[in-house]
T-cell receptor
Framework: AQSVAQPEDQVNVAEGNPLTVKCTYSVSGNPYLFWYVQYPNRGLQFLLK??????LVKGSYGFEAEFNKSQTSFHLKKPSALVSDSALYFC????????????FGGGTRLMVKP | DSGVTQTPKHLITATGQRVTLRCSPRSGDLSVYWYQQSLDQGLQFLIQ???????AKGNILERFSAQQFPDLHSELNLSSLELGDSALYFCASSALPDGNQPQHFGDGTRLSIL
């Protein structure tokens, strides 16, 4: 079975500073990894994915993520945080079975303060 | 706007009752997924359909059932409702049942059991 861990319930960062939201995963085969963001009273919004190729993946709204196979990590990053980035962030790994089922981490709340 | 439509947005009912949640996928998407989001369980995959057929099943209770219709919309039926079924239920869709496309989420149906 696959699993995802987001070790921080909350990350606080000042506006303009770089941000990192951590994610580690466990899968039996090759991982397909995703980051989603959830704003209050809304569904999850796709940010970026890693399937294969370059370890640094660029996504929406200036976010990027770094895949590290040896550390089984897929941390989300942004060079300069905005107050509007404050939201709940979910890391997910795709199941290698017949479907496209996603297993999600517990989520990390990002608070960007002005 | 993800293009995935869920109705109703809110549902309040009593224990023992039965409800139906509806989802219309993005135009062109053939696969539909249902997820449950609750404070204690986090985001959990329930079930996936592709072109009308069940594709994968997750932690879905026997009291719950779903189907996908010929026009590709899907319904999630929850019966003999218990207090613990109170949660946010999300529908997501993707073009194909597996592969590398991200899933696109609706804004959810908030179910409250009194």
């Amino acid at each position: 079975a696959q699993s995802v861990a987001q070790p921080e319930d909350q990350v606080n960062v000042a506006e303009g500073n770089p941000l990192t939201v951590k994610c580690t995963y466990s899968v039996s085969g090759n991982p397909y990894l995703f980051w989603y963001v959830q704003y209050p009273n809304r569904g999850l919004q796709f940010l970026l994915k890693y399937i294969t190729g370059d370890n640094l993946v660029k996504g929406s709204y200036g976010f990027e993520a770094e895949f590290n196979k040896s550390q089984t990590s897929f941390h989300l990053k942004k060079p300069s945080a905005l107050v509007s980035d404050s939201a709940l962030y979910f890391c997910a790994v795709r199941d290698g079975g017949a479907g496209n089922m996603l297993t999600f981490g517990g989520g990390t709340r990002l608070m960007v303060k002005p | 706007d993800s293009g995935v439509t869920q109705t109703p947005k809110h549902l309040i009912t009593a224990t023992g009752q039965r409800v139906t949640l509806r989802c219309s996928p993005r135009s062109g998407d053939l696969s539909v997924y249902w997820y449950q989001q609750s404070l204690d369980q986090g985001l959990q995959f329930l079930i996936q359909y592709y072109n009308g057929e069940e594709r994968a099943k997750g932690n879905i209770l026997e009291r719950f059932s779903a189907q996908q219709f010929p026009d590709l919309h899907s319904e999630l039926n929850l019966s003999s409702l218990e207090l613990g079924d109170s949660a946010l239920y999300f529908c997501a869709s993707s073009a194909l049942p597996d592969g590398n496309q991200p899933q696109h989420f609706g804004d959810g149906t908030r179910l409250s059991i009194l």
